[in-house]
């Protein structure tokens, strides 16, 4: 069975740091480019970051990009995302996900095979 399972995600005010953490179980963790997503209330779920198998390339949104790093322990089954300078704008809640072609580093979520239930980010001021 294979499970993404997100943690990390509070409360914090506007300026404020977080870092997120996704552990994967069930498949084979270096096979797969890991990215990760958020989606606020009402609108669509949005492309944040996503790391290739080898941590060896990373792309970013423009709206994250200089705030956030995401990052990945392949020994860990394990993938990051730091979340500095946060912004209200920036609530959402937060999920990560796996891409099977790992050649790739993917925005677009029709990409992704496998998908965590998510971890919820709320910035206040």
């Known amino acids: 069975q294979v499970q993404l399972a997100e943690s990390g995600g509070g409360l914090v005010q506007a300026g404020g740091s977080l870092r997120l953490s996704c552990a994967v179980s069930?498949?084979?963790?270096?096979?797969?480019?890991m990215g990760w997503f958020r989606q606020a209330p009402g609108k669509e779920r949005e492309f944040v970051a996503v790391?290739?198998?080898?941590?060896?390339?990373?792309y970013y949104a423009d709206s994250v990009k200089g705030r956030f790093t995401i990052s990945r322990d392949n020994t860990k089954n394990t993938v990051y995302l730091q979340l500095n300078n946060l912004k209200p704008e920036d609530t959402a809640v937060y999920s990560c996900?796996?891409?099977?072609?790992?050649?790739?580093?993917?925005?677009?979520?029709?990409?992704?095979?496998?998908w965590g239930q998510g971890t919820q980010v709320t910035v206040s001021s």
């Open positions: 790391i290739h198998w080898s941590g060896s390339r990373t």
């Open positions: 069930g498949l084979t963790f270096s096979s797969y480019t």
């Open positions: 996900a796996a891409d099977s072609a790992r050649w790739r580093t993917s925005s677009n979520r029709n990409d992704y095979d496998y």
